[in-house]
C-alpha cells in the first residue's frame, strides 16, 4: 500500500531523501476522491519523474460559505488505493490545522486572470486556490506539477503565478478525462441523481457542438455564445452560470475566436457546479 502522511516535516524528509539520491519528483494536487481524471494527471507525473507526490487536501480557503466543503465527497483508502495503482509514491494528507496554523493571515491573490469566468461568481476562490498551492509547492519543492484542463481557467492562473513569483516549477496541463457518454469526469459528479445524471450531458453536448462550429469557420465569440447558451438552456435542469470566450493565457475577454482561445462554460445540475470547456490551441 502507498505512504501516507499527514505532517510538512514528513513530506520534506522524504523529498530530501529523494533528492539526495538524485531524483526528480511531480506534484499532482488535488482535493481527493480521485477518478480517472485524477489518475490521469498521475500517469503523467510517473512518466515523467523518478518520484511523485499526490497532496489529498479539501482547500478551506477556496470554498465560499455558501458552498459545499462539509458536503465535498471524501475517501481516502480508495484514493490511496487508486494512487498505488498508477505508480504514485506517496500521498499527502494534511489536516487544515497543518496547512493553516492559528493566526495565518498571508495569502496568495491575483489580479487579472481571476476576474472572468468562475471569479465573478466565486470571488475569493481564486485566493484559496493560489495560497494553497504555493504553500504546496513550497512543502513539496517539486520539478513539475500537473493540473487537469477541466479547470481551465485554474490551470491558467497557477501558469501566472508560477511566472510571476519566479517558482522553478514546471507546470503541465492535461486534456480532459470523459465518461463514456462525454461527460467531464468531476468528483461533483456524485452529487447527480439518476435524472440530473442524463441532463448534465447538455454540458458535452454543447462543448461539442460549439467545437464543430468552430472547425466549420465560425469566429465571432458573441454568436458562438449565443448558440452554446441557447443549446443549454434547452435542458430544464440545467441552469447557466457562464459560457464565455476567452484568452487562454491571460483570461481576458475576447470578441475573435482564434488561436490560444479557451471558450469555458459553468453550468448548475441540481446543487452540482459543473465545469466544461474546449480550447483552440496556439498553431
Not at 101 to 119: H, R, Y
Not at 166 to 183: F, K, Q, S, T, Y
Not at 192 to 218: C, D, H, P, W, Y
Request: aromatic share 6%; glycine share 6%.
Amino acid at each position: 500500500m502507498i505512504k501516507v502522511v499527514h505532517t510538512i516535516k514528513e513530506v520534506r524528509e522524504q523529498v530530501k531523501a529523494w533528492r539526495t539520491e538524485g531524483l526528480s519528483v511531480g506534484l499532482v494536487p488535488t482535493m481527493g476522491f480521485l477518478h480517472e481524471g485524477h489518475k490521469s494527471l498521475i500517469d503523467s507525473s510517473v512518466k515523467d519523474n523518478d518520484r511523485t507526490v499526490v497532496s489529498v487536501f479539501v482547500n478551506p480557503m477556496q470554498f465560499g460559505p455558501s458552498e459545499d466543503l462539509a458536503n465535498y465527497p471524501r475517501d481516502l483508502d480508495a484514493d490511496a488505493e487508486l494512487c498505488a495503482s498508477a505508480g504514485a509514491d506517496l500521498i499527502f494528507n494534511p489536516e487544515p490545522e497543518e496547512m493553516y496554523a492559528d493566526g495565518f493571515c498571508s495569502f496568495v491573490d491575483m489580479i487579472g486572470p481571476t476576474a472572468e469566468l468562475c471569479g465573478k461568481s466565486r470571488p475569493i476562490h481564486f485566493r484559496g486556490v493560489c495560497t494553497v498551492v504555493s504553500k504546496l509547492f513550497n512543502i513539496v519543492q517539486p520539478d513539475r506539477a500537473y493540473f487537469g484542463q477541466k479547470d481551465a481557467q485554474q490551470l491558467a492562473v497557477i501558469k501566472r503565478m508560477v511566472t510571476d513569483l519566479n517558482i522553478p516549477v514546471e507546470i503541465i496541463g492535461c486534456p480532459i478525462i470523459r465518461e463514456a457518454d462525454g461527460l467531464a469526469k468531476s468528483s461533483r459528479n456524485t452529487y447527480l441523481n439518476e435524472e440530473e445524471r442524463k441532463a448534465a450531458l447538455i454540458l458535452s453536448k454543447t462543448i461539442f457542438m460549439g467545437q464543430e462550429l468552430v472547425k466549420n469557420g465560425l469566429t465571432d465569440a458573441a454568436e458562438l455564445i449565443s448558440r452554446m447558451k441557447e443549446n443549454i438552456e434547452t435542458e430544464p435542469l440545467a441552469k447557466i452560470d457562464y459560457v464565455d470566450v476567452v484568452n487562454f493565457d491571460d483570461v481576458s475577454r475576447k470578441d475573435t475566436i482564434g488561436d490560444n482561445t479557451l471558450v469555458a462554460m459553468a453550468v448548475y445540475v441540481g446543487k452540482a457546479r459543473l465545469l466544461d470547456n474546449f480550447i483552440i490551441e496556439k498553431k
